[in-house]
């Protein structure tokens, strides 16, 4: 957790855990595929695809033919 968006962008821990950034053994745990803490991963995954390339291409498309 930052001041640059994660809590943001994964709604204040809802979408993945939050840790401080210079804890490396916190985040160590936090990003394991089995961290119990966070049982709902399909959805995360869904959540991730928000924030794809081809998604953020089509943004900046509609801004800039709209």
């Not at 943001?8 to 939050?18: A, K, T």
């Not at 595929?33 to 928000?50: C, H, I, Q, V």
Request: hydrophobic share 40%; aromatic share 8%; proline share 6%.
């Amino acid at each position: 957790d930052c001041p640059s968006g994660p809590a943001e962008i994964l709604d204040r821990g809802r979408w993945g855990v939050l840790v401080p950034s210079d804890n490396i053994e916190l985040m160590a745990q936090a990003i394991t595929l089995d961290d119990s803490r966070f049982p709902n991963a399909a959805e995360s995954r869904s959540r991730a695809m928000d924030f794809s390339l081809e998604r953020a291409l089509d943004a900046y498309q509609q801004v800039i033919y709209s």
